[in-house]
Every structure is written in C-alpha cells, then in structure tokens.
C-alpha cells in the first residue's frame, strides 16, 4: 500500500483513505517521524494537510479526531489506517539504512582485472621503484617539484597503514600549492580520499564511524577550514574524535548519546600562514613550493606546449590511471625496522621527539610502498604478518627527508628562509656585502610591508645587522652574518644522517664477521661426500 517511488512524495492508500507524504522522511533521526501529510477520502473531494509526529501519541489522538471530523469518517478507522502507515514508514526507513550500511561497508571502486594486477604487482618488483614512480608522477602532468611531489605521494600512501603521515603545502600566493596538491591527488582512488573545502564545525563528528578509516583528507585552502582544525587535530593524534550530545527520545525523556568518528587518516591542507597553523604544522611534513626562476620556466613552457597542443594529454590519464592500481593493489601489512634503535636525528632538530617519530613513520612508508620486494615474516607469538625496513629503503628515505628535516631545524619561517636564501644569491651575483632595504626591495620585488615583516624576524634572530654608517652617509646599509650558515646546517643534518648509515654497516660487517667459517680442509671433504653420494 506504501509506494515511494517519487522520493519528494510517497503515497498511501487504502479502502477508505489515500494518503499523500509530502517530501518523504528524514532517515537520520530514528526517535522521530515529522511528516506532512495530504489525506482524501477515497472518492471525496475534502484534502486535509498538516504536519504531525507519528511517533507521538498525544498528537496523534488529536489528529485522528480532526481528521474524522475534516473527512467524516470513523476515529478507528483513521487510527487504523494512521498505525498502518507508521508500520509501513518503520519498515521502509530500516531497511533503507540497511542498504546504506551495507553500501558503505562495501568499497566503492574499480575492480582490477588479473592484466591490471600484474602489471601494477611487476611494477612495485622493480628495482628502481621509486625512482620509476617519480617518473610516471611527473608524466601524469605534475612539472618540476621533483622531490615534493615524490614525497607527498609516499604520504598519501601511507593512509592505508596504521600511524598515517601528513603534510602541509606552504607558498605564497599564486606559486601553485593547491594546484600540486590536487594533482598528486588525483593518483589516489577516489574511493579513498574526501575532498573538503569549506566545513562547520561539528561536520566531522557526523561522518558514519568507520567513514574515514585509512582515507586521504584534501583540504584546499586551512583559512577555510578553521573551524574543523582542533577535530582533524584530535583525529591525526589519537586516530578517533568523540563528541557528547544531548536529545530527547520518543517518550521525551533526555539522554546523553556519543558520537564517534574512528581514524586513522592521512591530511593534507595549504596555507600561505605558517605561523598561524603551528599545532597542525607540528603533527605535519611542511612542504615548501619551489619559487626559483627555474621552476617557473617549467611551468610557463608546459603552459605553452599545453595552449599549443603538444601536450598528449591522455599520455598523462594512462599514467594517472596506472598510479591509481598501483595504490589500489598494496595490501594493509605491519612494517617493522630492526635498525630503528641506530638512527639519530641532528640535536638542531626542532622538537625532536615528534619529528622522531614522523623521520621513522616515513621510512615504514617506503617500506611499505616497496612491499612486493619483502618477504612476509610472521611474529611467532601472535601470529601477526609483517615485513622489514632494509638498509636501502632507509638511505632513500634520508636522500627524499633532507630538505624537511633542515626545514624543521630552522629557526626562522620558510618564506623569511627564501627570502634571506635569496638575499645571498642577489649578494653574491653583483659582488656586494652590504646592501639597502630599497635596492632589495626591487631587485626581489618583494612589498615593502613583507620585506619589513623579515627584517623584523632576520634581525632578531641574528642573520642580518644594521650596518655602522660611515661619516656622511644617511642611507641605512644592512649586511648577512653568516652567508654559509644555511649550507652549514645542511651539512650537520647530511652528515647525521650518513652516521646513521655507516653505524648499521658497522654492525652489519661486525654480525658477518661473527659467523663462524667453516674451514678450507672441512669444505673440500664435504664436496667429496656430495661427490661419492
């Protein structure tokens, strides 16, 4: 008697009444059922609407004695027909979210055929995977940012393992932060990433629980979304957000109910503030867009070659597309690194217990990215599966981690960092030790309140000073403390690093060493055996 096929106006019919639910139910509040309903008498002319709780028992004796009154016909049989159509309602709206749960429990996606598998298993046997990968990543269309770009697909890929890593993209405006993003992005299934750009505040806790387990969380712009950053916070740390509201049942007794979003996910925003989003960028790999004059001629010949239609752009959709069944064949697997107890970070390092932990998370997800070169080990006592990190997996973590790592170590703001890394560079072409904030000013074409803003910082921190004028000048000269202390600080990091390095050699050297050999005499009567045998 119930047909919902029109979604905005389900109808009801019976012998005596036919019942028209304008705008259908609303499926999330199950303690309620507020429908507006039309009801006729068969073969009459009278329309009754009105809007009513069909859960609720008061309203509904009222109702039942207007609507007998409006259509002139007996109580019981509206409340009979009433109860019916509250039954019919129940019914259709559980089995409703049935399918939705099972929806959601089902992933959404494209099916690899047996072709596709092995292709994208043959691919992550390669040797050189990653150094291949790189390579597809930049023919899927993203140009230049050779390092970043490898970087954040390693993090992205590593939302399908238990500590998850993220990254912020930080930039001036217009060097094309959100534009590297969404590329990389676009190697990820969309069945396993949610792209957000604007969000309430409460929107995160009303995602289903298990909704955003192991996805990928695009932010485009954090200015929009600040109103969410204390849950993304929350859910990057503890990996699950709990909030506690109160509502009232169907008998209209308060209860206190807690709504629960599980992790862990991966996150991914952009920002041109790096100081305003400290808390976030402190959980986060801070990427840092190339500005240099050679990265926008890349961009600037790829736009040219694009306007022209040079560029095969379905060269580019294949790579894409085959990046995508890669991620979508690496299996969810524990990754253990018996070398973690040699590896140290530079003391330089600013808080170095988190950046610790991001330095090993990062080598696990080159590990786990390289996961059809290992071998499946099992843990003897629970029986769990997992593989181990390699000497290798580790030294390509180091060579990919440099640039983040002499970030983290730096005392000033990476867009205060280009600016000064500039300065030198414009210092050293026209053979000059001092220099005056205008002739800067318009050789870097920076705004003058910007270039005030690192002044303020660079003199506080002691990279540049006010020069002592000489006897009759009036213009004010300012001069670099240490041109090499960025190169210096480098070096201390890469040096780390390597020591790192040359220790697991050593006692993987000391370990071979220690195996007992098997004499030259020993040997010789072993082969003999095995010959006469």
Not at 153 to 176: A, D, E, M, Q
Request: proline content about 2%.
């Amino acid at each position: 008697m119930l047909n919902t096929t029109n979604p905005n106006h389900y109808t009801f019919t019976t012998r005596h009444i036919e019942i028209g639910i304008l705008g259908g139910i609303k499926m999330n509040k199950l303690e309620s059922m507020r429908v507006t309903l039309s009801l006729k008498k068969v073969k009459g002319e009278s329309i009754l609407r009105h809007s009513v709780d069909l859960y609720n028992d008061t309203m509904i004796e009222k109702f039942v004695r207007k609507v007998a009154e409006r259509l002139e016909i007996g109580t019981s049989v509206v409340r009979k027909t009433l109860q019916e159509l509250t039954s019919d309602l129940e019914n259709y709206r559980i089995e409703q979210l049935e399918k939705e749960k099972v929806k959601l429990a089902t992933p959404v996606g494209k099916i690899l055929s047996t072709k596709e598998k092995r292709a994208a298993e043959k691919f992550l046997k390669s040797k050189d995977v990653l150094k291949m990968t790189n390579e597809l990543i930049g023919k899927s269309g993203v140009i230049g940012e050779e390092v970043n770009r490898l970087l954040m697909y390693l993090i992205f890929t590593s939302r399908k393992t238990s500590n998850p890593l993220h990254c912020i993209s930080l930039g001036s405006s217009g060097v094309g932060k959100t534009h590297l993003q969404s590329k990389v992005a676009e190697l990820i299934p969309h069945e396993n990433k949610v792209e957000i750009t604007v969000l309430s505040a409460n929107a995160f806790y009303y995602f289903n629980r298990t909704e955003l387990q192991h996805k990928l969380i695009l932010i485009e712009d954090l200015d929009g979304a600040e109103s969410v950053l204390y849950p993304l916070r929350e859910l990057q740390s503890k990996k699950r957000i709990t909030k506690t509201v109160v509502h009232k049942d169907r008998k209209g007794s308060t209860k206190t109910i807690h709504l629960t979003v599980e992790g862990p996910v991966s996150v991914a925003g952009c920002t041109t503030q790096e100081s305003i989003y400290e808390d976030n960028s402190n959980r986060s790999f801070l990427l840092y867009i190339d500005e240099s004059v050679e990265q926008d001629k890349k961009i600037m010949h790829y736009q040219r070659l694009l306007s022209a239609g040079q560029i095969n752009k379905n060269n580019e959709l294949m790579a894409a597309r085959f990046l995508r069944d890669v991620q979508r064949v690496l299996k969810p697997i524990k990754v253990v690194n018996p070398y973690a107890m040699y590896l140290d970070l530079p003391q330089s390092v600013f808080k170095p217990r988190r950046t610790n932990a991001h330095y090993l998370q990062f080598i696990e997800a080159v590990t786990f990215y390289k996961q059809y070169q290992r071998e499946e080990k099992y843990n003897e006592q629970t029986g769990e599966a997992y593989i181990e990190t390699t000497i290798e997996d580790i030294k390509e973590a180091n060579e990919l981690i440099v640039e983040v790592l002499l970030r983290k170590s730096d005392e000033i703001t990476g867009a205060c960092r280009n600016y000064l890394e500039y300065l030198k560079t414009y210092l050293e072409q026209v053979h000059q030790t001092r220099f005056t904030a205008l002739e800067v000013r318009r050789a870097l074409k920076v705004k003058k309140t910007t270039q005030w803003r690192y002044h303020k910082q660079l003199t506080e921190s002691y990279y540049i000073r006010k020069c002592k004028k000489q006897k009759g000048e009036t213009t004010t000269y300012y001069e670099v403390t240490n041109p090499n202390e960025y190169k210096e600080l480098e070096n201390t990091i890469s040096k780390a690093l390597e020591e790192s390095i040359l220790k697991i050699n050593r006692l993987l050297d000391s370990n071979r060493s220690s195996v007992p050999k098997r004499s030259t005499a020993k040997m010789e009567r072993l082969k003999e055996t095995k010959t006469a045998s």
